[in-house]
């Protein structure tokens, strides 16, 4: 069965960092693209960042671009956010989504998601 | 590229046919999604290439247009239909992913 299950979140001041997990089963993480997409409280949906299958192609939205970076663990199918500097506006449900092919256009399987509550 | 979605808020009866539009400025050919985002869960895909269902969603969602104009089509609305509708597309160089604001399709 395939699936993902999102882990890492919490509450954290602003300028800190945080690292979000995302374990992946049924499927092998190396022959899909990946994608973080995330929700603001009470708002619509924001793609975050990307990786395709092969690693050397990661693309990130404007807005977290400098101040985050995706990277996966093959020996542990494994798909992580590295979040720093953070900011008030990066709270949100993070979700981690299975890309439609190897440079994906859409995602096809998604997380449940986790939590990142920035707050002092 | 800027994906509008109308209306905001849809308000329907069950058994009703619900028509969600999404505009794309400026043309995705027809790199389009839809997906279905209920209370407290991640989104779901339901249509790519803005007409093909994906695996296990039922007939009655359809999807249509190319370029600018695209359009979701439920048939008959079920009651688990009722929920927010997110359209989303790709952009070739530089690579992003943009979805638009939602449709509500509330039970009237």
């Known amino acids: 069965q395939v699936q993902l299950v999102e882990s890492g979140g919490g509450v954290v001041q602003p300028g800190r960092s945080l690292r979000l997990s995302c374990e992946a089963s049924?499927?092998?993480?190396?022959?899909?693209?990946m994608h973080w997409v995330r929700q603001a409280p009470g708002k619509g949906m924001e793609w975050v960042a990307v990786?395709?299958?092969?690693?050397?192609?990661?693309y990130y939205a404007d807005s977290v671009k400098g101040r985050f970076s995706i990277s996966r663990d093959a020996s542990k199918n494994r798909l992580y956010l590295h979040m720093n500097s953070l900011r008030v506006e990066d709270t949100a449900v993070y979700f981690c989504?299975?890309?439609?092919?190897?440079?994906?256009?859409?995602?096809?399987?998604w997380g449940k998601g986790t939590t990142v509550i920035v707050s002092s | 590229i800027v994906l509008t979605q109308s209306p905001a808020t849809l308000s329907l009866s069950p058994g009703d046919r619900a028509t969600l539009s999404c505009r794309a400025s400026?043309?995705?050919?027809?790199?389009l999604a839809w997906y279905q985002q209920k209370p407290g869960q991640a989104p779901r895909l339901l249509i790519y290439?803005?007409?093909k269902r994906a695996t296990g969603i039922p007939a009655r969602f359809s999807g249509s247009g190319s370029g600018t104009d695209f359009t979701l089509t439920i048939s008959s609305l079920e009651p688990e239909d009722f929920a927010v509708y997110y359209c989303?597309?790709?952009?070739?160089?530089?690579?992003?992913?943009?979805f638009g604001q939602g449709t509500n399709l509330e039970i009237k």
């Open positions: 989504a299975r890309g439609d092919s190897p440079r994906p256009y859409y995602m096809d399987v």
């Open positions: 049924g499927f092998t993480l190396t022959s899909y693209g």
């Open positions: 990786t395709w299958f092969d690693e050397d192609n990661k």
């Open positions: 400026p043309s995705v050919s027809s790199f």
């Open positions: 290439d803005a007409s």
């Open positions: 989303q597309q790709r952009s070739n160089w530089p690579y992003r992913y943009t």
